[in-house]
């Protein structure tokens, strides 16, 4: 089958790429490996959950210019969250109430830094005596949390940017989710004469002459004169190129990919709301040191679901363990954190599920950040190989949204825009 453009992957990059190449005329199609479209964006099953819960993909952070734009195209609508952050920390619970130990400090050394180096050897080198073991400790929580980043990996002058260089702070979701967003893009997608083949699995990309072919594992060919490379990251290597891209196999591998396990636990009850003597009604996130570090409500609305978060390292440890063993440590973080009998938490679960992105085969991960050596890999990446082969997605983006829907979408855009302004 011959098109103009082929583009692997129907995440959000590869979708919104699709639909503006569709609109300028192009012949596209998409191949996409799984059996859906969204990638890491993962609606699941509104019935079990009550609301439109998301396995990927949930908030949209900042300005998000994009997301915001194509949310208000779509006719879907954004919430603020603003519930309360608690944080459970040595057994004490304490809301709203934990600001960076040393932060001025910490920001003193982070705007006089003039080389980068990893977070944790920044840590070593000038917060190494005992009493700033709190705020390492808080440093490491937060860019594990957050970042998903392994803070052995992860650049120092990245993470300044991000905390020091201004920009919105506010988190919003879309009241429809995520997935609903790229159901949307399809449609717009299908509207512009873009075809999508699902369980279609690249296996091989040959560049030759006036034209690039591509071999699905099942033995289906496609030719196109140009190809854009949508999948993540760690997943690049798996694709065989000839002739072979040392220089973009290289570039991939300096940027770094963070993991996360995502669960969501539907209940009975909010029977959290009063656990320790405490008000925990307008709870939106709560903080700890427990394997499931992180869990937060779909606060304002009261549905009695929680989603957990085992981030980072963490992830990586637990990627090869069953749900039902993953399931046993959320029951362990609820009933340490909120004082309860975990038998008493096991019995209030209506409906539960554990999306382990680490063993994804199609994604191997949750989303990017960027080490010490990533500034060498994205420019490599962001140019074409022989003006053809184009690489977009998350990591991708040139601006400061990596590793987010927003950067996703952004670079599926630029991409798109690329390619038509050479043609
Ligand atoms: C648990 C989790 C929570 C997140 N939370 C947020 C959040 O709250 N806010 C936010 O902005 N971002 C969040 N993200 C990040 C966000 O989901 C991603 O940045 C974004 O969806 C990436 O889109 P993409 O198109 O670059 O990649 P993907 O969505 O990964 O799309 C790539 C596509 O390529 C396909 N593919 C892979 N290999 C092949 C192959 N060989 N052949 C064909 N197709 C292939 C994949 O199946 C996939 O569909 C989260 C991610 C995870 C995992």
Same mark, same amino acid.
């Given at each position: +089958?011959?098109?103009? #453009?082929?583009?692997?992957?129907?995440?959000?990059?590869?979708?919104?790429?699709?639909?503006?190449?569709?609109?300028?005329?192009?012949?596209?199609?998409?191949?996409?490996?799984?059996?859906?479209?969204?990638?890491?964006?993962?609606?699941?099953? =509104? &019935?079990?959950?009550?609301?439109?819960?998301?396995?990927?993909?949930?908030?949209?952070?900042?300005?998000?210019?994009?997301?915001?734009?194509?949310?208000?195209?779509?006719?879907?609508?954004?919430?603020?969250?603003?519930? $309360? +952050?608690?944080?459970?920390?040595?057994?004490?619970?304490?809301?709203?109430?934990?600001?960076?130990?040393?932060?001025?400090?910490?920001? &003193?050394?982070?705007?006089?830094?003039?080389?980068?180096?990893?977070?944790?050897?920044?840590?070593?080198?000038?917060?190494?005596?005992?009493?700033?073991?709190?705020?390492?400790?808080?440093? #490491?929580?937060?860019?594990?949390?957050?970042?998903?980043?392994?803070?052995?990996?992860?650049?120092?002058?990245?993470?300044?940017?991000?905390?020091?260089?201004?920009?919105?702070?506010?988190?919003?979701?879309?009241?429809?989710?995520?997935?609903?967003?790229?159901?949307?893009? =399809?449609?717009?997608?299908? &509207?512009?004469?873009?075809?999508?083949?699902?369980?279609?699995?690249? &296996?091989?990309?040959?560049?030759?002459?006036?034209?690039?072919?591509?071999?699905?594992? $099942?033995?289906?060919?496609?030719?196109?004169?140009?190809?854009?490379?949508?999948?993540?990251?760690?997943?690049?290597?798996?694709?065989?190129?000839?002739?072979?891209?040392?220089?973009? +196999?290289?570039?991939?591998?300096? #940027?770094?990919?963070?993991?996360?396990?995502?669960?969501?636990?539907?209940?009975?009850?909010?029977?959290?709301?009063?656990?320790?003597?405490?008000?925990?009604?307008?709870?939106?996130?709560?903080?700890?040191?427990?394997?499931?570090?992180?869990?937060?409500?779909?606060?304002?609305?009261?549905?009695?679901?929680?989603?957990?978060?085992?981030?980072?390292?963490?992830?990586?440890?637990?990627?090869?363990s069953s749900d039902k063993d993953i399931l046993e440590l959320a029951l362990d973080?609820?009933?340490?954190?909120?004082?309860?009998?975990?038998?008493?938490?096991?019995? =209030?679960?209506?409906?539960?599920?554990?999306?382990?992105?680490?063993? $994804?085969?199609?994604?191997?991960?949750?989303?990017?950040?960027?080490?010490?050596?990533? =500034?060498?890999?994205?420019?490599?990446?962001?140019?074409?190989?022989?003006?053809?082969?184009?690489?977009?997605?998350?990591?991708?983006?040139?601006?400061?949204?990596?590793?987010?829907?927003?950067?996703?979408?952004?670079?599926?855009?630029?991409?798109?825009?690329?390619?038509?302004?050479?043609?």
């Open positions: +089958m011959k098109s103009n #453009i082929i583009i692997i992957g129907a995440g959000a990059a590869g979708l919104m790429a699709a639909r503006e190449l569709g609109k300028a005329g192009k012949k596209v199609i998409i191949l996409e490996a799984r059996d859906r479209i969204g990638g890491r964006i993962f609606p699941l099953d =509104e &019935k079990e959950f009550g609301y439109p819960a998301q396995g990927g993909a949930e908030f949209a952070h900042g300005e998000a210019h994009i997301t915001k734009a194509l949310a208000k195209e779509a006719g879907m609508t954004l919430i603020l969250t603003q519930g $309360d +952050m608690w944080n459970s920390r040595d057994g004490e619970v304490t809301v709203n109430s934990e600001p960076i130990p040393n932060q001025d400090e910490l920001h &003193k050394k982070l705007r006089e830094l003039k080389s980068d180096l990893p977070i944790a050897e920044f840590l070593e080198k000038y917060f190494s005596e005992e009493k700033y073991a709190r705020l390492r400790n808080s440093i #490491i929580r937060m860019v594990e949390g957050y970042d998903a980043g392994d803070v052995n990996r992860i650049s120092t002058f990245t993470l300044r940017e991000e905390w020091l260089g201004g920009g919105e702070w506010l988190q919003y979701r879309i009241k429809e989710g995520y997935g609903a967003m790229l159901k949307f893009l =399809e449609r717009e997608c299908r &509207k512009n004469g873009v075809e999508i083949q699902l369980n279609a699995i690249v &296996k091989e990309v040959e560049a030759k002459d006036d034209i690039i072919v591509v071999r699905t594992a $099942d033995g289906d060919i496609f030719e196109a004169e140009k190809v854009v490379v949508t999948v993540p990251v760690p997943v690049i290597s798996g694709i065989n190129f000839i002739p072979a891209i040392p220089e973009k +196999m290289e570039a991939a591998s300096k #940027i770094g990919f963070g993991n996360v396990i995502k669960l969501l636990i539907r209940f009975k009850n909010r029977w959290w709301v009063n656990a320790l003597g405490k008000d925990f009604s307008e709870m939106d996130f709560i903080f700890s040191g427990e394997e499931v570090r992180t869990w937060w409500t779909q606060y304002p609305d009261l549905v009695p679901v929680l989603t957990g978060w085992i981030p980072g390292p963490r992830a990586e440890k637990y990627k090869n973080s609820l009933s340490n954190v909120f004082k309860v009998d975990r038998e008493f938490v096991r019995k =209030e679960i209506v409906a539960s599920k554990i999306v382990n992105w680490p063993a $994804d085969p199609y994604a191997k991960g949750a989303y990017s950040y960027s080490t010490t050596e990533s =500034e060498e890999g994205y420019e490599e990446l962001r140019k074409p190989a022989g003006n053809k082969i184009f690489f977009a997605g998350e990591a991708l983006y040139a601006g400061k949204d990596t590793a987010t829907v927003e950067g996703a979408l952004a670079s599926g855009l630029e991409t798109a825009r690329k390619i038509l302004k050479h043609d």
